[in-house]
């Protein structure tokens, strides 16, 4: 017969010793190998097309599908004697400190304006993201009917005051000009959702403090507002910096890199290396050092954010 259970007595709870080298719980490595697997593929997914592009960049060919010889650091020394090599470099960086300039100003102007819209106008703030999902190749080719000199609607509305048309893609200083405003164009939602995000997030006792001390609007802003964002200036610098070194849809479908290699960056040097004279190692080398002056930029604008404490958040 069963004993009956006493309902005011609760079932002592027996004691689970977990033992500290077992797998799940106590060791210290335990993270780190559930983590393993992933962190390994992702590693081969990512990384490998990277590191093997580099070791190719150590050979050379005579021609495309011929035996490759191990030719070492060859076409780096190679790369960096080729006139033409440091020719797109001072262009590349004309390219990408004026695309930072004219963006980071451009995204502030949109950005406050947009922090000040009232609220049946907040539709504005979604339109803005809208050059974000057209392709850089779309965007190349309606810039490029747009400043035609023949049939172009800059130089017609030019034309219809009295003046002449300017040759904005066959002048070389405006095409750097065109090529600019046109990254500009594609990169700007970003920058704008960026530093917009920061602007919300800034206390209004602030603004009322500066307020109450007669600061007119503009010294708020550049007073109180900018250094408050200072972070998000600082993001928005690398990923201007990032897409503009890297970017080659724009300037391979606006200008193909013309007039007279006016606007031929590094991307565009490594894309006519590479499908035009068909160095294809030739082409790697440049790839990777694209590759490291990414990383070094990077480095040296988080470098000078921290040093004026724009990246303390």
């Known amino acids: 017969m069963a004993t009956p259970i006493d309902p005011g007595r609760r079932p002592k709870r027996r004691s689970v010793r977990m033992d500290k080298s077992s797998l799940i719980g106590h060791s210290k490595l335990t993270p780190y190998l559930f983590s393993a697997p992933s962190v390994v593929i992702v590693s081969l997914l990512l990384g490998f097309p990277v590191l093997y592009g580099v070791y190719k960049s150590l050979f050379r060919a005579e021609r495309l599908g011929a035996p490759q010889e191990f030719v070492g650091l060859r076409n780096y020394a190679d790369m960096f004697k080729s006139a033409e090599f440091l020719a797109s470099l001072i262009r590349t960086a004309i390219f990408v400190f004026g695309c930072i300039a ?109 307020l109450v001390d007669g600061a007119t609007g503009w010294k708020r802003a550049l007073h109180v507002s900018i250094p408050l964002i200072a972070p998000q200036i600082a993001i928005a610098v690398v990923w201007q910096s990032y897409s503009t070194l890297t970017g080659l849809g724009v300037v391979l479908s606006l200008t193909g890199g013309g007039p007279l290699k006016a606007t031929q960056t590094l991307p565009m040097e490594m894309y006519d290396t590479a499908f035009t004279r068909l160095e294809m190692n030739q082409a790697l080398a440049i790839g990777t050092f694209i590759l490291v002056l990414n990383a070094l930029l990077t480095v040296c604008f988080i470098t000078v954010s921290r040093r004026f404490g724009m990246g303390d958040e």
């Open 102 to 210: 004219v963006g980071i100003v451009l995204g502030l102007l949109f950005a406050f304006a947009l922090n000040r819209v009232v609220r049946h106008l907040r539709f504005l703030r979604a339109i803005t993201i809208a050059p974000y999902i057209v392709s850089n190749v779309a965007a190349a080719v309606m810039f490029r009917i747009l400043f035609n000199t023949e049939f172009g609607l800059l130089n017609k509305t030019i034309e219809f005051f009295g003046f002449d048309g300017l040759r904005w893609l066959s002048d070389p200083k405006l095409a750097m000009v065109v090529v600019i405003f046109c990254q500009v164009w594609t990169d700007l939602p970003l920058t704008i959702l960026l530093l917009l995000g920061g602007l919300q997030t800034i206390d209004d006792a602030y603004l009322d403090a500066a």
